[in-house]
């Protein structure tokens, strides 16, 4: 199946720096990717939808100058985190579909998490 | 109001079967999937089913019935490495992914 390459794995930073998560499909291209956050035994929660060439779509309660999005390439879109809080710790996921050569099987392909632990 | 019901917590021995049932109340619909997640990993593929009927991968089956907005996962000869969450997740007529909570598999010798 398709790849999506998520970085970095772990990340502590201390409160009010931005932390900036990649987000790449490897072996395809992925006009849309979808921003996941996971807060300790809780369900996966839709963060926003990043748009390749244009603003990323965002879930109401999310704070778009927060949460920084930008899907600069086919290949890439990554999430900054501006002015981090304690709060902002957690599991933060990307996924994407591979919508080429008709292969699109509805599968959502994750990235690995990059877990944010904000001091 | 959109809304995906599981089983918070399932247990059972290993070598066994097991079935977590799904029930969905979406605003249109436009298939069901599962995952298997791992304490502090990414959720994983494990079916996608838009069809009724039972789709059957190895050890893991999906069935779905869409009039009853009704899926469940079955999973057969219960391994250890089986312990994980399991996530069913709706697309709706949007194609927004509506959530579950999961169900926590927990495998006992």
């Known amino acids: 199946g398709a790849v999506v390459s998520q970085h970095p794995s772990w990340v502590i930073c201390k409160s009010g720096t931005s932390v900036k998560i990649e987000c790449r499909s490897l072996?395809?291209?992925?006009?849309?990717m979808f921003w996941y956050r996971q807060f300790p035994k809780q369900s996966l929660m839709l963060m926003a939808t990043s748009n390749e060439g244009s603003k990323a779509t965002y879930e109401q309660g999310v704070e778009k100058d927060k949460f920084l999005i930008n899907h600069a390439s086919l290949t890439l879109s990554t999430l900054t985190v501006t002015s981090a809080h304690p709060e902002d710790s957690s599991f933060y996921i990307c996924?994407?579909?591979?919508?080429?050569?008709?292969?699109?099987?509805?599968?959502?392909?994750f990235g690995e998490g990059s877990r944010l632990t904000v001091l | 109001g959109q809304n995906i019901d599981q089983p918070t917590e399932m247990t059972a021995t290993e070598g066994a079967i097991v079935q977590i049932n799904c029930t969905y109340q979406t605003s249109g619909f436009n298939g069901l999937f599962w995952y298997q997640q791992h304490a502090g990993e990414a959720p994983t593929f494990l079916s996608y089913?838009?069809l009724d009927g039972l789709e059957e991968k190895g050890r893991f089956s999906s069935f779905l019935s869409r009039s009853k907005g009704y899926s469940y996962l079955l999973l057969k000869e219960l391994q250890m490495k089986d312990s994980a969450s399991y996530l069913c997740a709706v697309v709706d007529s949007n194609y927004q992914l509506i959530w579950g909570a999961g169900t926590k598999l927990i495998i006992k010798p």
């Open positions: 089913n838009v």
């Open positions: 996924s994407a579909r591979d919508l080429g050569g008709g292969r699109d099987t509805g599968e959502l392909f």
């Open positions: 072996d395809f291209q992925a006009t849309t």
